[in-house]
């Protein structure tokens, strides 16, 4: 198997069977959704980018009976699970999952854009916040809204641990502060913006799992090299969680333009 293959394929043994692979929680996300509701004119264009398998995407879906949700993810095994996932709720017809780039994310039934709602969480950091407000934000509708989930600092440098600084600044470099976001937002052009703290729950969701998915597959005794390399690098990110998690949150960031018509 080709390097690149073997990494590909690492990721989906470690996340076969897994729900949130960031950290995450649906109470929170049916609870942003429902605050938004009345917001969003009937039948809105949802998207959902980098979906995993569809934590959000399906509860977006249930959430917004009349939506039709664009659910975007790079990794194909991860869309194939979110096909049968929104099949057994009888949600297929109005999730379209797609194997694509958030970078420059494909039409929802040949239209480009025109979202009056951009979701993503954990998942932002992979393309940068400042390269997803620039693509992401002409994506959207007038008063459209773009919402995202993202690690950010709890404790100002002075009070933060070596084992998280260090960690944290080589895994993430953008990290910054949950203030930091909101400047980054006001400069890139939205105008309302509300963050809003996740719940503790949120981590142990992603990382108990998690920690027992890596303890049965250690017990294997064929693992190939880049399975053993990914659960080494997932094992120290849950031993940070463990020893340093206090240092870092996740907030929700509830972002609009906001259109004065003229
Ligand atoms: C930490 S996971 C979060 C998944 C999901 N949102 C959740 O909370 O369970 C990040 C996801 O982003 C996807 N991803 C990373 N870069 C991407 C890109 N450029 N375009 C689309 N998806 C991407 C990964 O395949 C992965 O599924």
Redesign the pocket.
């Known amino acids: 198997m080709e390097p690149e293959n073997e990494i590909m394929s690492a ?1 989906t043994i470690v996340f076969d069977h897994l ?6 929680d649906s109470a929170t996300t049916r609870k942003l959704v429902e605050r938004l509701c009345q917001d969003l004119s009937s039948g809105p264009r949802v998207a ?9 995407a399906l509860v977006l879906a249930q959430c917004l009976p009349t939506a039709r949700v664009l659910a ?4 194909a095994p ?1 869309i194939a699970r979110l096909k049968a996932a929104a099949s057994v709720r009888g949600l297929e017809e109005r999730i379209s999952a797609v194997v ?4 420059d994310p494909p039409p929802l039934d040949g239209v480009k854009g025109e979202f009056d709602l951009i979701w ?4 932002i950091y ?2 940068g916040r400042a390269n997803a407000f620039a693509w992401w934000r002409p994506l959207l509708n007038p008063n459209g809204w773009l919402v995202f ?1 993202d690690i950010v600092w709890q404790h100002e440098p002075a009070a933060r641990s070596d084992m998280a600084s260090t960690f944290w600044v080589r895994e993430y470099p953008d990290i910054t502060t949950a203030a930091g976001v909101v400047d980054e937002l006001a400069a890139a052009g939205f105008n309302t913006i509300d963050p809003v703290l996740s719940t503790r729950k949120a981590w142990s969701n992603y990382y108990e799992p998690l920690r027992e998915r890596l303890r049965l597959l250690k017990k294997c005794e064929d693992n190939s090299q880049a399975l053993i390399s990914l659960i080494a690098e997932l094992e120290r990110e849950i031993d940070v969680y463990d020893c340093a998690g206090d240092d870092v949150t996740l907030y929700f960031f509830l972002a609009r333009q906001d259109y004065i018509p003229e």
Not at 120 to 123: G, M, P, R, V, Y
């Open positions: 990721y729900v949130n692979l960031g950290p995450g959902d980018f980098g979906c995993g398998v569809g934590a959000s975007l993810d790079s990794h991860f694509g780039d958030m970078a993503s969480e954990s998942a992979s393309i989930s």
